[in-house]
């Protein structure tokens, strides 16, 4: 399972985007377009900063996980 649950646990419950992009393995730009393109649930604008749930990009992510 995407980093296995001790993995989440490390990280705060509102993430950042870098550390959204760390954990997922992706790119900068492509939470920025899950985000514009509302996409990525759990995700909250505080100013000029944009701040991830934890939980939600959790079930996100295990809604979109092929079993092989």
């Known amino acids: 399972m ?3 649950l001790a993995c989440w646990a490390q990280y705060p419950d509102f993430m950042t985007v870098t550390q959204a992009q760390v954990l ?3 790119g900068r730009a492509t939470i920025y377009r899950w985000i514009e ?3 990525l ?4 604008q505080i100013g000029d900063t944009w701040r991830i749930s934890r939980e939600m990009l959790k079930r996100y992510v ?4 092929t079993r092989g």
């Open 62 to 65: 295990e809604g979109h996980m």
């Open 37 to 39: 393109a509302g996409t």
């Open 41 to 44: 649930p759990g995700a909250i």
């Open 24 to 26: 997922l393995n992706v």
């Open 2 to 4: 995407a980093k296995e």
